[in-house]
């Protein structure tokens, strides 16, 4: 049981830095080709952290955790500079 909590808090924690790095690297720099290294880096992330942590069942999960934080941080900052660059004053 405690294996099972211990991992949900590396993923709590690595899912919140995954989308603030993702959030402040994609407003900065507003490319949709940065966008997609930004997602595979991410990606990249998650399969190293379950190599690091010797757990290879969790690799699929973490890819696509890290994947889908990524791409909703994206999201949210793209949604965010399309509103500020076309709403009415």
């Known amino acids: ?4 909590l211990v ?3 590396h993923y709590f924690i690595m899912g919140s830095l995954v989308m603030l790095f993702s959030g402040v690297i994609s407003f900065f720099f ?3 080709t940065f966008s997609i290294v930004i997602i ?10 379950s ?3 010797e757990v290879p069942i969790l690799a699929l999960f973490s890819i696509i955790y890290n994947g889908a934080l ?3 941080a994206l999201g949210f900052v793209k949604a ?3 509103s ?3 709403s009415p004053e």
């Open 30 to 32: 507003p490319r949709i």
């Open 51 to 53: 190599v690091i942590y």
């Open 40 to 49: 595979l880096l991410s990606i990249l992330t998650g399969y190293i952290y």
């Open 80 to 82: 965010y500079l399309y």
């Open 84 to 86: 500020k660059k076309y």
């Open 7 to 9: 991992f949900s808090f």
């Open 70 to 72: 990524s791409l909703l």
């Open 1 to 4: 049981m405690e294996y099972i």
